[in-house]
């Protein structure tokens, strides 16, 4: 079992930056695929991000490209770095753990998932 804790969400103005976080207990990432997603307000879940185990392949949504990276650390904590940041990407942000056979931008790939992390971003 796999459990997930996402940190680093807070309220920034428009154009400021944050760095989200992922930690694991009870099992390493280092074999996973990550993903964060995010759910704002009156919205569905939305895919954001994923990278691979080796850190060497990464996906993100075309709202982010450019403004938000996805890494990962020798400890196997995953980060998200969010730029530029928008009012629209007000969110709740989840980080989420899958097989690797199943790298997706779909939640159901995922079998782990954190309780997420507030990111509100003022005008």
């Known amino acids: 079992q796999v459990q997930l804790v996402e940190s680093g969400g807070g309220l920034v103005q428009a154009g400021e930056s944050l760095r989200l976080s992922c930690a694991a207990s009870?099992?390493?990432?280092?074999?996973?695929?990550v993903a964060w997603f995010r759910q704002g307000p009156g919205k569905e879940r939305e895919f954001v991000a994923s990278?691979?185990?080796?850190?060497?392949?990464t996906d993100y949504a075309d709202p982010v490209k450019g403004r938000f990276t996805i890494s990962r650390d020798i400890a196997g904590t995953a980060n998200l770095q969010l730029n530029s940041l928008k009012p629209d990407d007000t969110a709740l942000y989840y980080c989420?753990?899958?097989?690797?056979?199943?790298?997706?931008?779909?939640?159901?790939?995922?079998?782990?998932w954190g309780q997420g992390t507030q990111v509100t971003v003022s005008s």
């Open positions: 989420a753990a899958g097989a690797t056979s199943r790298w997706s931008q779909s939640p159901t790939a995922y079998s782990y």
């Open positions: 009870g099992r390493t990432l280092s074999s996973y695929i």
């Open positions: 990278i691979i185990p080796n850190g060497r392949g």
